[in-house]
């Protein structure tokens, strides 16, 4: 399922940054290093980025400072990484439930939301022990529980790709259907 926003008009020749979000699990690294491969565009994942400003990782961030701090540091990054160049760039799961984040991703560049059924979510989140939010706890419950908050604020996206359990390839071949003129 793709659905473009009727107030966006995608383009790949956009010179504005395309910005992947959703849920973690659904794909946004995977499917961003394929795209910007597609598209010709460099590709960034933001997590990535805000652990070398940081000289951390995203948990010691979390367990040292609390989410409010990661949050604000994720936004400057962000905002950082939509100078320049247009590019893909793979946010973290709650960086577009930042109110100052969402703002300035849907003023500034593409937002495409990679959605998922919360099943395939659970199976690609359970492979990796990393995600500060699902430590010691349930996966299905966090995710369910997070998907009731901010699956309404990802609606606010230009671009919904459902991405499932096929090969990530298929996807990036509905964010470029989406993408067309």
């Not at 933001?46 to 936004?75: C, K, L, S």
């Not at 998907?147 to 604020?153: A, E, M, Q, Y």
Request: hydrophobic share 35%; aromatic share 4%.
């Amino acid at each position: 399922m793709t659905t473009p926003s009727s107030n966006y008009s995608a383009n790949p020749n956009t010179r504005r940054s395309i910005v992947l979000i959703g849920m973690m699990g659904v794909g946004k690294s995977s499917v961003g290093r394929r795209l910007a491969s597609r598209l010709g565009l460099d590709f960034v994942d933001a997590d990535d980025e805000i652990e070398a400003a940081a000289n951390m990782t995203i948990a010691e961030i979390f367990e040292q400072y609390g989410e409010d701090y990661f949050r604000d540091g994720e936004r400057r990054v962000i905002a950082r990484l939509m100078d320049g160049q247009p590019k893909v760039i793979a946010t973290g799961g709650g960086a577009f439930t930042n109110d100052e984040t969402r703002e300035l991703i849907l003023q500034r560049a593409c937002s495409i939301w990679l959605d998922a059924d919360i099943d395939t979510l659970v199976e690609r989140v359970s492979r990796r022990n990393h995600r500060p939010l699902l430590h010691g706890k349930n996966p299905r419950d966090v995710i369910e529980e997070l998907g009731k908050k901010r699956n309404p604020l990802y609606a606010l996206a230009d671009i919904r790709v459902c991405s499932d359990a096929s090969p990530h390839g298929r996807t990036v071949d509905r964010i470029m259907e989406a993408l067309s003129p």
